[in-house]
């Protein structure tokens, strides 16, 4: 199995900044990509940003020049550098891990690390 653990999170005031770290552990093999979600009040999770081992990066366009997702290969780790936050970044955020396993995909979850983002 493979443990993801988020850390980061906390409260912020309108337009300053958070970092979020994601560890991953276990039994991890071909990692494909890395990434982060959020799920804030009375919404569904949806996808922030994700990056491949490749470096190939992907951002919803709502946080496109804001946010920044970097990855440590070597140690498993990914990390979501949050800059001008706004109200809506308000959020539970999940990082994810994807593996590949004789050609099948394996989606792992983090328990999530909240962000709250105040006036």
């Known amino acids: 199995q493979v443990q993801l653990v988020e850390s980061g999170g906390g409260l912020v005031q309108h337009g300053g900044s958070l970092r979020l770290s994601c560890a991953a552990s276990?039994?991890?093999?071909?990692?494909?990509?890395m990434g982060w979600y959020r799920q804030g009040p009375g919404r569904q999770r949806r996808l922030v940003a994700s990056m491949t081992t490749e470096g190939n990066t992907n951002y919803v366009d709502s946080v496109k020049g804001r946010f920044t997702i970097s990855r440590d290969n070597a140690k498993n780790m990914a990390f979501l550098q949050m800059n001008n936050l706004k109200f809506e970044a308000t959020a539970v955020y999940y990082c994810t891990l994807v593996d590949q396993i004789l050609g099948k995909l394996n989606v792992y979850w983090g328990q999530g690390t909240q962000v709250t983002v105040s006036s």
């Open positions: 276990g039994k991890i093999s071909s990692i494909y990509a």
